[in-house]
């Protein structure tokens, strides 16, 4: 058995380059897909080589875009012709609306545009993966199964009347994970859900003082943003198969944002 092979969407910066890394830590060869800033995503790649545990390992950054077909499918053709397999799936990519804008006058092109990138990519990316593995029937690498892992957001859940098309998008992943989960519980495949909370990348650098005020006045109980080794470190577990038994699970890493407290 050889080193994991895991294919990590919008893996290049923010959230998923904290996940790349981590799964470098963890001894697996990475996928590390970007969209088109192709500096960052070499920079991901020697970050995951300073802290590879073998000399086996390898990091390749795989240009596509998520919300086409052609370019998804390249992909997973050029990650098998390179390394052999593909044990797992990180859908991590997503984007934020370009502008906020009120329900009332936000525009059905944002609409489309997120519902391809955050919803249908990853959906029809996982479909493209469970076939390969359910008719090429390749050995795999990890010993309790092969995995997928949803990286989605609060925003599924929380209503964001400014940003309406992220929301929508977000909750038909955490639904996804939920269909994926539930067709191939019995395939040898896990599917999982991490719902990040508010986390400190990109996406959020334009609200951060926003934010830092909402989290001192207790919106977050552990009182601190997110960060992209906490999602890191999340999936890495799930990856490593130490949840075995428990597909379709959501797990929260969000500081306590879920509670419900009086």
Do not use: H
Request: hydrophobic residues 40%; contains cysteine; proline residues 4%.
């Amino acid at each position: 058995m050889g080193n994991p092979v895991v294919l990590v969407t919008g893996a290049s910066r923010g959230l998923g380059r904290g996940v790349a890394i981590e799964l470098a830590k963890a001894g697996a060869n990475v996928i590390i897909n970007y969209a088109g800033n192709k500096a960052a995503a070499e920079e991901c790649a020697q970050l995951c080589k300073d802290v590879a545990v073998n000399d086996d390992q390898k990091f390749i950054p795989i240009q596509a875009d998520i919300s086409s077909t052609e370019d998804r499918e390249r992909m997973v053709k050029e990650g098998i012709e390179q390394l052999g397999t593909i044990d797992a799936l990180v859908n991590n990519a997503g984007i934020a609306p370009k502008e906020r804008a009120d329900i009332t006058e936000a525009s059905e092109e944002s609409f489309e545009t997120l519902i391809k990138t955050n919803l249908q990519g990853p959906y029809f990316l996982t479909q493209q993966l469970a076939n390969y593995w359910l008719n090429e029937k390749p050995d795999c690498n990890i010993p309790s199964g092969f995995k997928v892992v949803y990286v989605t957001s609060i925003s599924s859940y929380t209503a964001s009347v400014n940003r309406g098309d992220y929301c929508i998008s977000k909750a038909g992943v955490s639904m996804a994970v939920q269909l994926w989960a539930s067709r191939l519980a019995e395939e040898n495949v896990q599917v999982y859900e991490i719902r990040p909370g508010i986390m400190k990348t990109d996406m959020t650098s334009g609200v951060v003082s926003k934010y830092d005020a909402l989290i001192e006045e207790g919106l977050v109980p552990q009182k601190r943003w997110g960060s992209p080794e906490d999602i890191g470190l999340s999936v890495r577990s799930l990856i490593d198969g130490d949840f075995p038994f428990s597909t379709g699970t959501v797990i929260d890493v969000d500081g306590g944002f879920q509670l419900r407290r009086l």
